[in-house]
């Protein structure tokens, strides 16, 4: 990259890239914003992600005028550092794609502007540095033992949603990385900012066990509210957790893979795919399938706003062989408590290979290549096909032989 500026002795030197050079600080901190994105059904965020050649970072293009995206702030060129907290400009471009789309329906971007990128990089400097040093609030499931949950919470007398954290030394919330001095910020997936100390105080003996709290350090919560970041449960770090999402790649053997798709309801009340009688040394089993685990995609793609037959079409899809995405039972009640999707804190490097995407409509689009692009749009292919069919009981049996031939067993 070459660029080329012009020096006028009136109006003495003024060149972006020695400012950028000698103070990295408030001149890249100038260009850095803070995005929050929530849409509504049937809305898109109203941009296209894209990667060029001869452009490095992942570039917002083509964002629709009086869109979401527009009105939040993003505009033509600006690059992509972190989506939800996660610093992404060193990912490959299908794993920034499937972070966005796994968010749902909202989703935090921290984007800097396409010149001060491009200056950066000239500079051969890392983007990383813009950002300020800051921690992530927590996600953290914590399970009462004998003597409670381990932690105790005060408040200022007379004021709403501020709850400062008093955690017991190896007691449970100890455990479970909450740390002391934390202010909370969510039980149970509930916002409690405007809730009295009384009200928590009564939501907690209420409350079964395991808890779910979403939590922040004081220096923390300073960073997000002096740039007005709104804080919420999809930018938590999760590393906490004692669940995570399992990916199970399988090829389909004589007697077909070895286990029960069925639709359940979640403990959430919402309907769900789960993994049922996994068959002793068949595919499954090896793979690491357990009876009670909940489906959450196949092929890298989420499958859970599919319904069964959709489901079932998905895996149908290559009749030799089937990656999928799971959770186990306790983990699915977890998220269903904090009402997050797993997806949203899952990474894998070939998550997404060979599939398409799109973040600008609910339509599907074909990846599109050509010698100056690679356009990936962000909402998954959704399409239902109708050549699947389930057994009487409405699950669908993955090993045992249909008798019409019309598709192959699982």
Known sequence: MSVKFEFNPKDGIDNPVLSLAEDSGPEGLSQLRFCFLKKEDEESFG??????????????????????????????????LEVNGVYVDDMEHFRVVWKIQSSGKQVS??????????????LDRNPAQFLPPYN?????????????????????????????MSVLRNGPADKAGVPDGSWLLELN????????????????KQSSS????????????????QRNIKI???????????????????VRGPSGYGFLLKEERCSSGKKGQFLREVDAGLPAEKAGMRDGDRLLGVNGESTEDLDHHGTVSKIRADRKQVTLLVIDAEGSKFYDLVGLSPLVFYDDQDALTGST???????????????????????????HHQN???????????????????SQPF
């Open 47 to 80: 941009f296209w992600l894209r990667q060029e050649v001869g452009n490095s970072g992942h570039l917002i293009r083509q964002v629709k005028p009086g869109s979401l995206a527009h009105r939040k702030g993003l505009r033509e060129g600006d690059r992509i």
């Open 109 to 122: 971007l921290t984007v800097l502007d396409g010149n001060a990128y491009s200056l950066a990089k000239a």
């Open 136 to 164: 992530r609030p927590r996600l953290c499931c914590v399970a009462k033992d004998q003597n409670g949950f381990g932690f105790s919470v005060s408040a200022p007398e007379g004021v709403k949603g501020t709850f400062r």
């Open 189 to 204: 997936g509930m916002s409690v900012k405007n809730w009295t100390y009384a009200g928590l105080n009564k939501k907690l």
């Open 210 to 225: 395991p808890l779910g709290l979403l939590v922040i350090e004081a220096e923390s919560e300073d960073f997000y509210q």
């Open 232 to 250: 919420t449960a999809a930018l938590a770090d999760t590393s906490w957790l004692p669940f995570e999402v399992r990916k199970l790649p399988m």
């Open 357 to 383: 995407a799109t973040c600008t409509s609910s339509s599907s689009s074909t990846l599109q290549e050509n010698s100056t692009s690679t356009f990936i749009p962000c909402h998954l292919d959704m399409d």
């Open 388 to 406: 699947a069919r389930p057994s009487r009981d409405g699950s669908w049996d993955f090993s045992k032989e249909e008798q019409d031939g019309l």
